[in-house]
């Protein structure tokens, strides 16, 4: 869950959002969208593969992202539609029949925070309770339209249930490979929603690579490795400029574990940015949910636990440092991770934990006084 306050505005919290030199008018250019001129790249040999052909990585099983894209402006939000689908046209490819359940238009609440009122991104009122339902509802409803009918996930925890759920919904085929030692609470929630499940001995890499083997009978939707995954987290950009009116706060705290939520948010705001929609990008901060939840106090809101699991070793890693301004090289691989995250931020930042995600401001960086109310999900009220 991300948290913000006016002026600082992201998925998890949001501080100081908005600025007179952030709400003033911009320019509206109409964004142009080709979708002959989306691809997959690897981003370290710059080499190309086109959109219209299932994969989940590049060859040698190199990791791939899609190419920037253009970003939308407010006269292409369709706000008939109440869930992130509203912001379709900001998708490298037309999707027509997309699998929803009415993900993302979750509430943006402020809430006095000692001296401050930052307001929180409740993302656990997502359809499975996680945010990972932003990037499988574009993921799957993607491979779908290729003629995907089966897919196959590893994880031991929200992103297998959130692939699950959508997978039902979708009327696909859905295995999902988790390790031994995953919680029972998770495992009967993906079995709830019919998929078949297969328990892997080993430590959490183990169900990743047996995923990994197994891609040859069944098609690997990973959301650690399926680049449409992040075209559905960078929904939060979308929402969180919408919500504060248009206007985009300085700084946003994101509890990490893969760094989905965060590439998502920094993608969703460059896009933005290169709309001409607003006229500089907010700082991200992140820190790992598992010292979050650590550090001992909880934040307003309930209290959950996310589950513990590994991401793969790629090349995002290096995007998610260039994403993470604030975190100055850290990079944020691990899942549930224990170390490396903390050092990075010793000394600038103070974090505090909860239920999806939850962060502090960012001390040195003083937050102005909260220039305007605001009432949660009122600015996407379908119209």
């Not at 699950?164 to 030692?181: D, N, R, S, W």
């Not at 990008?281 to 992140?286: A, D, K, M």
Request: proline share 8%.
């Amino acid at each position: 869950m991300p948290w913000c306050d006016p002026r600082h505005a992201m998925g998890t919290a949001l501080f100081n959002v908005a600025s007179e030199s952030t709400v003033e008018s911009f320019p509206m250019p109409r964004s142009k969208q080709n979708p002959n001129a989306s691809f997959y790249v690897e981003p370290r040999s710059g080499e190309r593969y086109p959109l219209d052909v299932p994969r989940w990585c590049g060859d040698g099983q190199k990791p791939l992202l899609i190419n920037p894209q253009p970003g939308i402006i407010r006269d292409e939000i369709d706000r008939g539609t109440r869930s992130l689908w509203r912001y379709r046209a900001s998708l490298p490819v037309d999707i027509a029949k997309p699998i929803s359940l009415g993900e993302g238009c979750t509430p943006l609440v402020q809430k006095q925070w000692d001296d401050f009122r930052p307001f929180f991104k409740l993302e656990w009122f997502n359809p499975t309770c996680s945010f990972k339902d932003r990037g499988t509802t574009v993921m799957l409803s993607y491979v779908r339209q290729l003629g995907i009918d089966a897919v196959l996930e590893d994880s031991s925890g929200n992103g297998g249930a959130s692939v699950a759920a959508y997978g039902a919904a979708g009327g696909m085929g859905v295995k999902i490979l988790a390790p031994a030692y995953t919680s029972p609470a998770k495992i009967a929630q993906v079995r709830a929603y019919g998929a078949e499940v297969q328990l892997v001995e080993g430590p959490r890499e183990e169900s990743e690579r047996e995923a990994i083997r197994q891609s040859s009978e069944i098609f690997y939707s990973s959301h650690n490795w399926q680049p449409f995954f992040l075209q559905g987290t960078k929904s939060i950009a979308y929402e969180i400029w919408e919500d504060l009116d248009f206007a985009v706060p300085d700084n946003i705290i994101i509890p990490v574990g893969a760094g989905s939520n965060l590439l998502g948010c920094h993608i969703g705001f460059s896009e933005l940015l290169a709309a001409g929609q607003i006229s500089k990008l907010p700082r991200l901060f992140c820190r790992a949910a598992a010292q979050l939840l650590a550090a001992g106090r909880k934040l307003p809101g309930r209290r959950r636990r996310a589950g513990r699991t590994r991401r793969p070793q790629d090349d995002r890693g290096r995007h998610r440092h260039r994403a993470s301004i604030a975190a100055q090289g850290n990079d944020p691989r691990l899942e549930g991770q224990r170390r490396g995250i903390s050092r990075r931020f010793r000394g600038r930042n103070r974090h505090r934990p909860e239920t999806a995600g939850a962060a502090r401001t960012v001390r040195g960086s003083p937050l102005r006084p909260v220039s305007r109310q605001h009432s949660p999900g009122s600015p996407r009220e379908a119209q």
